[in-house]
């Protein structure tokens, strides 16, 4: 069975950086799109970050444009989200998700069915 497995998470003051990692412990990690949700507290979860299964493909959503940069390490198994210049605003519990195998709609919610635990990132003034 899959498992992901986030860490990285903790309290950084505004204007610092954090850099997520997931492990992906099931399938053949290079053959699945992987993506980053984000659900502050009392509202909706979204897509923030999500990279294509060959690597070479990224989607941001435009609160986090020019900020996030996601990548993935296939040797590793893992996948990174690298959150520069955080403001409160990006408080929220993060997932990792893993999409389709072999799938080039990553930049769709509906297609990651796989979930991590989530970790917590907190922003501070």
């Known amino acids: 069975q899959v498992e992901l497995v986030e860490s990285g998470g903790g309290l950084v003051q505004a204007g610092g950086s954090l850099r997520l990692s997931c492990s992906d412990s099931?399938?053949?990690?290079?053959?699945?799109?992987m993506g980053w949700f984000r659900q502050p507290p009392g509202k909706e979860r979204e897509l923030a970050a999500a990279?294509?299964?060959?690597?070479?493909?990224?989607y941001f959503a435009d609160s986090v444009k020019s900020r996030f940069t996601i990548s993935r390490d296939n040797a590793k198994r893992t996948v990174y989200l690298q959150m520069n210049s955080l403001n409160p605003e990006d408080t929220a519990v993060y997932y990792c998700?893993?999409?389709?195998?072999?799938?080039?709609?990553?930049?769709?919610?509906?297609?990651?069915?796989?979930w991590g635990q989530g970790t917590q990132v907190t922003v501070y003034s």
């Open positions: 099931g399938g053949t990690f290079s053959t699945y799109p």
């Open positions: 990279i294509s299964w060959r690597g070479g493909s990224t």
């Open positions: 998700a893993r999409g389709a195998r072999y799938s080039d709609t990553y930049q769709v919610p509906l297609e990651y069915g796989y």
